[in-house]
């Protein structure tokens, strides 16, 4: 007779489930690549399923994605505020500055904005292109958040 410690395993409880046949394609797939048995799987994952750290985890997952979009709102909220006062402060600046023309001028004029217009499109399309935008210029220490 051989003298074995007995074992101090408990047995572990059968259950039945049912699975839809993609979650258990995917099961099967898993422990295949693993080459653990699908009920060992199934275990762990309910198991973290249930633990009670998983919804925490759950919840710092989210919080942190939701600082990122806070974050990208900050900065959206910041960038149009530049784009805004920018234009206020050029319409401003050429109402003040530019006086009204005779008629036979401000035809001219007319005529010579739409190529003048065209120049400004392809410089803005050259900068939005390579850069830098104003926004790398500005300081964030420079500009008051939006309120």
Do not use: H, N
Not at 99 to 112: D, I, M, Y
């Amino acid at each position: 007779m051989t003298d074995r410690p007995p074992t101090s395993r408990k047995k572990k409880a059968q259950i039945s489930v049912y699975l839809d046949p993609e979650v258990m394609g995917q099961l099967a797939d898993y422990a295949a690549r693993r080459d653990q048995p699908q009920s060992m799987i199934a275990e762990a994952a309910i198991a973290s399923f249930l633990s009670p750290d998983a919804s925490e985890r759950r919840e710092a997952v989210i919080v942190k994605r939701l600082d990122q979009i806070d974050r990208r709102m900050t900065r959206l909220e910041r960038d149009v505020g530049i784009a805004v006062e920018s234009l206020a402060v050029f319409v401003k600046y050429w109402i003040t500055t530019t006086p009204t023309l005779p008629e036979p001028a401000a035809q001219a004029a007319r005529a010579k904005a739409g190529e003048r217009y065209d120049q400004f499109v392809t410089a803005l399309g050259r900068r939005l292109a390579k850069g830098p935008k104003l926004r790398q210029e500005i300081s964030e220490d420079e500009v008051d958040p939006i309120e």
